[in-house]
Every structure is written in structure tokens, then in C-alpha cells.
């Protein structure tokens, strides 16, 4: 079992940049694919951001690429979500999520742990 916590979530202005953190414990940090996903009010749970077992690799939304950075720290078995340039839009409840066999996914049903979530508002 893989318990994921995440913290960080806020409200911001349209513009603004916040960082979300996402701490996993139960299962070695580096067997696990890390990506975040966020849902917003009556929407579907969407991909955001992923990366790999050792950090090398990241891969993103096409709405979020050169916005956002994905990161992790093996040491210390966190995943970040650095987000710059918010919209309003991208008003979310934000999701850490773990994969225990592999990498690159981008669907909800591909991994197997999630956390409780953390609001981000931002306004306009």
C-alpha cells in the first residue's frame, strides 16, 4: 500500500505561480511512476504532468507544457508540481498519483494509488 499526501494547493491571482508537493510513503519511492492530475467542478479527471522512476524523463499536458514542472526527490520520496502563469481556468481540485509497474501513462485507470487532493483556485 502507497500512502500519498499532498499539500501546497491555494488561492492564487490569474498570473501567479504556486508550487503543490506530494509526499509518498509504504513502497519504495523509486519503484513508483509519478504524475499529477487535476479535476475541475463537473469535469473528468485530466493528465497534468508525469515523470519517471529516476527523475530523467518528464512528459505533460500540451495545455501545460512550458508552464509547468514536474519534479521529484528520491531521497526524501517526493513528487512537485510547479506551476507558473495560472489561469483561472486551471481551477482544480489536484491529484499526486502513483503507478507501481512503469511509467509514460496518462489515463486514471493506469495507476493504482491516488492521494486526497488539494484545492487550487485561481482568480481572475
Known amino acids: 500500500q502507497v500512502l500519498l499526501v499532498e499539500s501546497g494547493g491555494g488561492l492564487v491571482q490569474a498570473g501567479d505561480s504556486l508550487r503543490l508537493s506530494c509526499a509518498a510513503s509504504?513502497?519504495?519511492?523509486?519503484?513508483?511512476?509519478m504524475a499529477w492530475f487535476r479535476q475541475a467542478p463537473g469535469k473528468e479527471r485530466e493528465f497534468v504532468a508525469g515523470i519517471n522512476w529516476t527523475g530523467g524523463t518528464t512528459y505533460y499536458a500540451d495545455s501545460v507544457k512550458g508552464r509547468f514542472t514536474i519534479s521529484r526527490d528520491n531521497a526524501k520520496a517526493t513528487v512537485s508540481l510547479q506551476m507558473n502563469s495560472l489561469k483561472p481556468e486551471e481551477t482544480a481540485v489536484y491529484y499526486c498519483?502513483?503507478?507501481?509497474?512503469?511509467?509514460?501513462?496518462?489515463?486514471?485507470?493506469?495507476?493504482?494509488?491516488w492521494g486526497q487532493g488539494t484545492q487550487v483556485t485561481v482568480s481572475s
Open positions: 509504504g513502497r519504495t519511492f523509486t519503484t513508483l511512476g
Open positions: 498519483a502513483a503507478d507501481a509497474t512503469r511509467w509514460g501513462m496518462r489515463t486514471t485507470s493506469s495507476y493504482d494509488y
